[in-house]
């Protein structure tokens, strides 16, 4: 009789830790294309939704890391430093928070791939 009652808690622990897992909120994360500003290391990695930026990069230890672009024109790789949000009934340019090449002022931006395997490169 203890037996079945011993078994009978740990089906009931298990159905129970099953429905708290699936009632807490997804985390959802993406990959993303960094710049560390100051270690200059352009690096592959997944950030949380939502993440305010900078973050803290791995290879400088400081929030100095923003999403990285590419001019599809020169092969210039820059940051993309977010704009400051808008001052209450300011009129919001329609280029708002769009990353513009910081040589050309153009849109013809991509964010930039690593080569093959790696994770991260050096940038000079």
């Known amino acids: 009789m203890k037996g079945k009652i011993v078994v009978l808690v740990l089906v009931i622990l298990l159905a129970v830790g099953f429905i708290v897992k699936q009632a807490m909120p997804k985390k959802y994360t993406y990959e993303a294309v960094l710049l560390d500003t100051e270690a200059k290391v352009l690096y592959k990695t997944k950030l949380p939704a939502g993440v305010k930026f900078p973050v803290k990069s791995p290879y400088s230890g400081k929030k100095t890391a923003y999403p990285a672009y590419r001019c599809t024109k020169d092969g210039t790789i820059f940051p993309y430093i977010p ?34 395997g790696k994770t991260f490169i050096k940038l000079k």
């Open 83 to 116: 704009p400051p949000p808008p001052k209450e009934g300011e009129e919001i340019p329609p280029e708002y928070g769009i990353p513009r090449c910081p040589k050309d002022g153009s849109l013809d931006v991509e964010v930039p791939r690593l080569p093959e």
